[in-house]
């Protein structure tokens, strides 16, 4: 650890006076193996370095990235970002993270036996995976993937305004994707992971069967017709649409015009049954964090309170911008500037579960995938269309299940058109810990 | 980039437990890139990326290590390291003696990104954010991206191959808000080339800049988009994402051997009606998918996928090709020296047809026609793709009409293939794309004629 520290603050050193510097250093070590018919497909085991230099002169902003930590790539770092600040154009909102007094939650992210286990052993989970799956049910044709990797991670940042932060961490994950033969001679398919701080805590069986369940309830699966059932989201794609929605709600993208949420703190945008925040500082969440990309500690930022908006997430610039403070939320890599965003979403609990969901809808859909999430959501207007596969619910039971169909909305609307909130808090290997939703409002599109 | 005889020794290193295939891969990549938002130009970014990958093959197991340090003993041990995770049975001491191959260079970037000024760079930007602001007062936001990047790359492997290349990329892009009675709307526009700074003598910032403007504000009156099924018209250059995603990545031969493709076992097969015929082209000169040499050494080439209709062949990389005897197809591409290559597209097109493009609306009753796509996304074990479309209309009694909001379409690649019953003769390319697969990106282009499929579903909120 105290190397990265060190090699930041002697490149820290070389700071000029009437300028101020701030730099990032990061080193991971990586292991992935992939297995396919009982073999290792690869296995890749590697170290990699990367080291971010910004200097801020005047109010203008310059950058300099390197892969290597070699003598002859690192000398001319802060002299080209110096160099790239002289063609920026002065903006009162550049600048550092300042200390600001806010006490750091200490959070133990680090697990030795990612280091200690032989990989014969992470070898061994990998191939007991891919029989697992094989395993569960006589309809499995093939297996994608069945893949272990895991990180250590260290990074360093420092400045010259007095902020000297470090983390480190692991996390080991297992995953796999799976194909099943549907009774019309196609293919369905379904995958599920698995992560945690270390191997020891993979649930090699959970994953397996998860991928299986998940690709056997989309048998026999057709097109949709269109029309406007209520959605059915369980916990893990309830974090998935409630990410885009905490997207939208990054301070930079309100200084910037961009959200449709602008100017709309202490209005009711969501349901009253909705509260949710950011909450990096829950040691249980995978994506807790001590200190934020710029160093300043992370802690919990209510977003929305009863169907309320109340604030934004803000890292040093977006703060500047609206005149308020930094909520800790910098998220960034070595290779540009940080931007704000969410870590660790966090819904407060509300009633009801999955089943009983279902059992109390005439006209539904439980949602089993949704694809184009990267290019079927705009993030400033807040619509959206992505492809969904999924079950049917017909008077409060599973019915037939869809595929090939689309489901669209616009975020702002989807928000107070939220049905119910459920108890069934899960924390997800994403770090959210979310309950399953029911959503109105939203358009179902098939050729059924 | 690197004195042979070390390279030499590093093969014979990473052969050292028994390996079948070595192969050593250095990168050295420079970028620039600079941004202007919220009319200012900001971070002006430079970047530096060098090392190497060594992989060491032993049956069907791949070992893989990268390294960042280049010396004699960084390289050794990251061979030693990619030897032990490949663990072959046999040992000893195996010579390798790797001999240049020449491949005439098709890339030529005349005028080379590190000789041009950065305040050049950065007046493109001012340039295009002022254009954009004064198509209409409706723009109140404006973001403008300058991105440029050489990328060197040696491969050396124990058959003694040795060949190098020197990539030059630019790319420039601009985003617009309009802010309207309806909220707000976007548009985006983008150039990319495999060329230098050149590129801005073709490619006018400020037409780009207006264009982009109008986009969004064409978008403040869109209605609703339909959803359900209907007859799609894609115009030109747009529908290279359509066959990208509809069949390009289910010809991949990494995914046909695990079965996990729609196309597998269907070669010489009639997969789509006998208008269509797919390239796959990485000698493309200057197009955003081209290169001299491909990731693991071999020159691009021009590879018929589909020819009217028939499926004739798949796409290859070292390892896939290797297993079923033949030569790879020029298509094994990797991000960077970090990653292992696999079978990847570079400039995928379909060829021109005879219809004109006009008539193909006007016989189109009604349905969408889309002018410009985004990204998309394929299962390729099921075949279902989705793709967004970033600026549609409607077609109404064979004409074009009004603007329609953005949304993704979703169809199936065999089923589609089989639907398109219409193709333009107005050839074009596409906008520059990064392909992802397993968590790698690499640049590709696309490109086809106007066409039409009679039936996909759109994602639209309109029932």
Avoid at chain 1, 140 to 158: F, N, P
Avoid at chain 1, 226 to 254: D, Y
């Amino acid at each position: 650890m105290s190397d990265l520290t060190d090699l930041a603050r002697r490149i820290l050193g070389g700071a000029t006076e009437g300028e101020d510097v701030e730099v990032c250093v990061g080193r991971a070590v990586e292991t992935e193996v992939r297995v396919h018919g009982g073999e290792v497909e690869s296995l890749t085991v590697a170290e990699s370095h990367g080291i971010g230099v910004r200097v801020v002169v005047d109010g203008r902003e310059g950058l300099a990235h390197a892969g290597s930590f070699d003598a002859d790539v690192i000398d001319g770092l802060l002299v080209e970002a110096r160099d790239n600040a002289a063609f920026s154009e002065p903006d009162d909102r550049v600048g550092f993270a300042a200390p600001d007094g806010v006490t750091v939650t200490p959070v133990d992210r680090w697990d030795d036996s990612v280091a200690g286990t032989d990989v014969d052993d992470k070898i061994a989970l990998a191939i007991d995976l891919e029989a697992a799956v094989r395993a569960v049910d006589e309809r499995v044709r093939g297996v994608r993937a069945s893949i272990y990797g895991d990180t250590r991670s260290e990074s360093a940042v420092v400045n010259t305004l007095g902020i000297d932060a470090n983390t480190s961490a692991t996390v080991a994950s297992l995953s796999t994707s799976v194909l099943v033969d549907d009774i019309d001679g196609g293919t369905r398919t379904g995958g599920a992971v698995d992560a945690g701080r270390g191997p020891t805590s993979l649930d090699v069986g959970l994953v397996a069967d998860l991928a299986v369940t998940r690709a056997l309830q989309l048998i026999g699966a057709g097109p949709p017709s269109t029309g406007r059932p209520a959605v059915v989201l369980e916990p893990r794609f309830a974090a998935t649409v409630l990410g885009l929605v905490a997207g939208m709600l990054s301070g930079e993208r309100v200084v910037k015009g961009r959200s449709a949420f602008a100017d709309r703190v202490g209005d009711e945008v969501a349901a009253t049954g909705l509260s949710m925040a950011d909450d990096p500082t829950d040691v249980e969440s995978l994506s807790a964090a001590a200190t934020d990309g710029e160093g300043l500690a992370c802690r919990r930022v209510p977003l929305i309170e009863d169907g309320v908006l109340h604030g934004f997430l803000h890292d040093t610039r977006s703060a500047r911008g609206l005149g308020v403070s930094s909520t800790g939320s910098a998220l960034r890599s070595v290779r540009g500037t940080p931007s704000p965003g969410h870590r660790a979403l966090h819904v407060a609990s509300g009633h009801g579960d999955l089943e009983s969901f279902i059992a109390g809808i005439d006209d539904g859909l439980l949602v089993a995938s949704l694809q184009g999430l990267h290019s079927g959501v705009n993030a400033v207007s807040g619509d959206f269309s992505v492809g969904v596969e999924g079950v049917r619910i017909r008077d409060g039971v599973l019915a037939e299940p869809i595929r090939e169909g689309t489901l669209a909305g616009a975020i702002p609307r989807m928000l107070l058109d939220i049905a119910e909130v459920g108890s069934d808090l899960e924390m997800q290997s994403g770090g959210s810990l979310v309950p399953s939703l029911v959503l109105g409002g939203l358009t179902l599109g098939g050729g059924g | 980039m690197l004195d042979h005889e070390l390279i030499n020794r590093t093969l014979s290193t990473a052969l050292r437990t028994g390996g079948e295939f070595a192969e050593v891969f250095v990168e050295d990549k420079r970028s620039s890139s600079a941004m202007l938002d919220d009319g200012r130009v900001e971070e002006l970014t430079s970047g530096r990326d060098r090392g190497a990958g060594i992989r060491v093959v032993v049956g069907d197991t791949t070992g893989f290590a990268h390294t960042a340090d280049l010396s004699e003993s960084g390289l050794a041990s990251a061979a030693d390291a990619a030897a032990a995770a490949a663990r072959g049975g046999g040992g000893g001491v195996r010579e390798v003696a790797v001999s240049p191959v020449e491949t005439p260079r098709t890339n030529s970037a005349r005028i080379a990104p590190e000789d041009v000024a950065k305040a050049t760079k950065v007046e493109l930007l001012s340039l295009a954010d002022a254009a954009a602001r004064s198509e209409d007062t409706a723009i109140t936001q404006v973001s403008a991206r300058y991105g440029d990047s050489r990328r060197r790359i040696l491969v050396a492997n124990s058959d003694g191959l040795l060949a190098e290349d020197d990539q030059v990329r630019t790319l420039f892009s601009v985003s617009c808000v309009a802010t309207g009675d309806t909220g707000l709307q976007t548009g985006r526009e983008s150039t990319g080339r495999t060329i230098g700074f050149e590129l801005f003598d073709e490619a006018d910032v400020e037409e780009m800049a207006r264009t982009t403007a109008a986009r969004a504000i064409t978008k403040l009156s869109a209605r609703p988009a339909p959803s359900g099924a209907m007859p799609v018209v894609v115009g030109p250059g747009g529908g290279g994402v359509l066959f990208h995603e509809a069949c390009g990545h289910g010809l991949e031969a990494d995914l046909v051997a695990k079965a996990a493709s729609v196309f597998a076992g269907r070669v010489g097969e009639e997969v789509a009606t006998p208008l269509v015929t797919l390239v796959d082209d990485g000698t493309m000169a200057g197009e955003w998918g081209h290169f001299t040499i491909d990731d693991e050494g071999r020159p691009a080439a021009h590879n018929v996928l589909i020819k009217d209709g028939v499926l004739t062949d798949y796409m290859w990389d070292h390892l896939r090709a290797r297993n079923e005897g033949r030569p790879s197809s020029g298509n094994g591409r990797r991000q960077s020296y970090q990653h292992l290559p696999m079978v990847r597209m570079t400039n995928t097109y379909i060829e021109n047809g005879d219809d004109d493009p006009a008539d193909i609306i006007s016989s189109t009753d009604s349905g969408v026609y889309v002018a410009q796509l985004g990204g998309g996304q394929v299962n390729t074990a099921t075949g279902d793709f989705v793709f967004g479309m970033t600026e549609a209309y409607l077609i109404e009694n064979g004409q074009i009409t009004e603007p329609i909001r953005e949304g993704n379409l979703i169809g199936n690649g065999p089923e589609v293939l089989n639907r398109i019953d219409a193709l333009g003769n107005d050839f074009a390319m596409g906008h520059p794309g990064t392909c992802g697969k397993d968590g790698q990106g690499v640049p590709v282009g696309d490109g086809t004629p106007t066409l039409r499929v009679t039936s996909l579903t759109i994602g639209g909120t309109a029932a």
